[in-house]
């Protein structure tokens, strides 16, 4: 299956309550991120994490945004746009690869990814 999620942020005013209470619903393992930038802790499945926290204000706290991998990231931008979507943040570039954030005609935000090289 092609353009799958691979990834989901969640922002978090109080990283720590966020912490607290998905670890205690789902019994999710959820660890400090150190020397990760804006992520504030990690999701993890035993090693690999699938997930992270960031911080944010409380204007643009507790949303999830899921990272769908694309094999073109240029062209699948385009057709979202021909779609109805629109770019809410452009391409940036990141340690795992290089995301553009749209909101869909509705207004979801959904992260186009196209993985560095290595990764993929």
Known sequence: MSAQFVWFDLTAANPDRQREFYG???GWTIGKAADAGRYQAWLTDGDQPWA???KADPATSGRWLPYVVVDDLEA???RA???GASVVVEATDGPAGTAVTIAD???AHVALFKPHAEMG
């Open 24 to 26: 205690e619903l789902f």
């Open 52 to 54: 992270g926290i960031t």
């Open 76 to 78: 699948s931008t385009k």
């Open 81 to 83: 746009v021909e779609l």
């Open 105 to 107: 005609p509705e207004g």
